[in-house]
């Protein structure tokens, strides 16, 4: 990075500092003295003790074994979905140069995608299909955090981290601020931003399609239009990161819709969203389905959606290989999947459309 954008960058330091959201404001749901982390209140700042109760998750554990972009490739190196918060966790933490608030950007970056189920964005639409109820994964993740988490007894998070996960989501759209928290847009902008470039890499450039079937030289445009922010995934990050900073501390606010990077960036991420909708996820249909019905029958008081959302993309494999066997023991095989380990303290008339955070 050339001296004179590393000198003017130095110069935003603490710039948005007075806009960020303040430890003595954060808020939970239930008091201490109910909480399993109780005896940390007061001495490890609240936002920090978020991230702690979201490392120790139930969720996070689930989400290491969920498609981000490429389902249950053999490369190793291929991002998970949970790969994918800990990249943005990670491409958070310059951001604090504005004089954010981190512990709460961290705590919000390690929660944000633990409402996607099995097979990621293909799950939603698919959930969203079959039940006829708009299924998102930001308020499911949500809902998870506060009633199934912890036996149903819940993570008991701040206030602020769930509305800062809540409202990180755009999708193909627009790239529009919330009018949450200043944290809760830069959490919107780094996840962008962290799998834009890092999709680019597992598509392209890390043989993990099965059928190999997306090459560089056939989108020429795309190639070109990462090219400008670098030539490495790293380098491609920081650049974007670097105009991020640089512009919100030009306009006041959490800002990167009007300098050249950030209009380069909105081309760049609408040309992937072209190759994502190349990706085939229809040879999953007959499976998903099947995997779907079977749980309807035997998870008796638990939605079928949200059943289908607590597993793993093994546990759907599983499930289906078994259904397929004379005479299985299909409560059997069910008590061994993530979902088996969490329904006997399952609660009841639980709505997964619903936030709710009215409190």
């Known amino acids: 990075m050339e001296e004179r ?11 948005l500092a007075h806009l960020a959201t ?16 109780g005896m940390w209140h007061g001495l490890i700042p609240p936002f920090e003790l978020d991230a702690m109760k979201v ?23 291929t991002r998970t979905r949970g790969i994918h918060e800990l990249e943005v966790a990670g491409t958070c933490l310059p951001l604090q140069l504005l004089g954010l608030n981190r ?6 970056a390690l929660m944000h995608d633990h409402g996607h189920g099995p097979f990621g964005h293909y799950c939603e639409k698919f959930l969203t299909k079959i039940s006829g109820k708009k299924f998102s994964h930001e308020i499911f993740g949500v809902v998870l955090a506060q009633r199934v988490e912890r036996r149903g007894r819940s993570l008991n998070l701040t206030h602020q981290t769930l509305t800062c996960a809540l409202n990180h989501s755009r ?28 999709d680019f ?18 989108y020429p445009k795309l190639a070109d239009a990462m090219n400008w922010f670098g030539k490495t995934q790293r380098e491609r990050t920081y650049t974007c990161l670097a105009h991020l900073c640089l512009e919100s501390a030009e306009k006041g ?24 909708g190349s990706i085939r996820w229809d040879r999953l249909e007959h499976m998903l389905t099947g995997v779907y019905k079977f749980l309807g029958d035997v ?19 599983f499930l289906n290989k078994n259904m397929a066997r004379v005479n299985p023991d299909m409560e059997g095989c069910l008590r061994s999947t993530a979902l088996g380990d969490v329904m006997r303290n399952f609660p009841a008339n639980l709505d997964f459309t619903n936030p709710d955070l009215d409190w």
């Not at 954008?5 to 710039?15: D, I």
């Not at 512990?103 to 919000?108: E, I, K, P, S």
């Open 299 to 317: 998870t008796t008081g638990i939605d079928p959606v949200m059943a289908f959302a607590l597993l793993t993309e093994e546990d759907v494999e």
């Open 5 to 15: 954008l590393l000198k003017k960058l130095r110069e935003t330091k603490g710039c």
């Open 103 to 108: 512990g709460l950007l961290n705590a919000a």
């Open 201 to 218: 890499n597992d598509l392209f450039h890390r043989c993990s399609m099965n059928d190999y079937r997306f090459k560089v030289k056939d």
């Open 171 to 198: 999708g193909s759209g627009e790239m529009h601020l919330g009018n949450t928290s200043e944290e809760a847009n830069a959490l919107m902008y780094a996840d962008k931003i962290s799998y834009v470039f890092a």
């Open 22 to 37: 303040k430890d003595e404001n954060a808020r939970r749901r239930h008091p201490a003295e109910e909480d399993d982390d």
């Open 55 to 77: 490392l120790h998750s139930k969720g996070l554990r689930r989400i290491l074994h969920r498609t981000h972009v490429v389902s249950l490739s053999a490369n190793a190196h």
């Open 253 to 276: 606010h959490v800002s990167f819709e009007s300098s050249e990077a950030s209009q380069r960036f909105i081309a760049l991420k609408d040309m992937m969203y072209e190759v994502y």
